[in-house]
């Protein structure tokens, strides 16, 4: 938004708020980048875990649920035993790639910088350093 942007863009509701709502944990992005990315928009929760390193099936299921409710999944069933789960990307789901994938190219540029940021207290990578 730019200076002088009437006040009701600024509130606590408004879209850009909403749309990092959606980015409050890690692995939304990065679910909706391998479905895409890695999967052709389509894949199964054990594919999905095991194109994630590191998500808990917990937190995988968690993250997925969310991302059904919010709209930017969508999750069929199929009739079978045991009963099979697609996750696929919604119509929203398939236009938010385009600022995830420009994001996620920003970070492989810019790499270098971001290996020499200091890492936060809570970041894995805090602890990777610590042990090295």
Not at 45 to 70: D, F, H, N, Y
Not at 108 to 119: F, Q, S, V, W, Y
Request: aromatic share 4%; proline share 7%; glycine share 6%.
């Amino acid at each position: 938004m730019h200076p002088g942007t009437p006040e009701e863009n600024w509130l606590e509701d408004c879209a850009p708020r909403r749309v990092l709502e959606l980015f409050a944990t890690k692995w939304t992005s990065m679910i909706l980048h391998t479905l895409h990315a890695r999967h052709g928009g389509i894949a199964r929760t054990g594919v999905l875990q095991r194109s994630l390193p590191g998500i808990s099936k917990k937190m995988l299921t968690q993250t997925l649920r969310e991302l059904e409710a919010s709209g930017l999944i969508l999750r069929q069933v199929h009739d079978t035993v045991p009963p099979g789960v697609d996750y696929s990307l919604s119509p929203l789901g398939q236009r938010m790639i385009e600022p995830i994938e420009m994001i996620y190219d920003w970070a492989r540029i810019n790499a270098a910088a971001l290996d020499d940021l200091k890492p936060r207290q809570t970041s894995r990578r805090a602890n990777q350093r610590t042990s090295d």
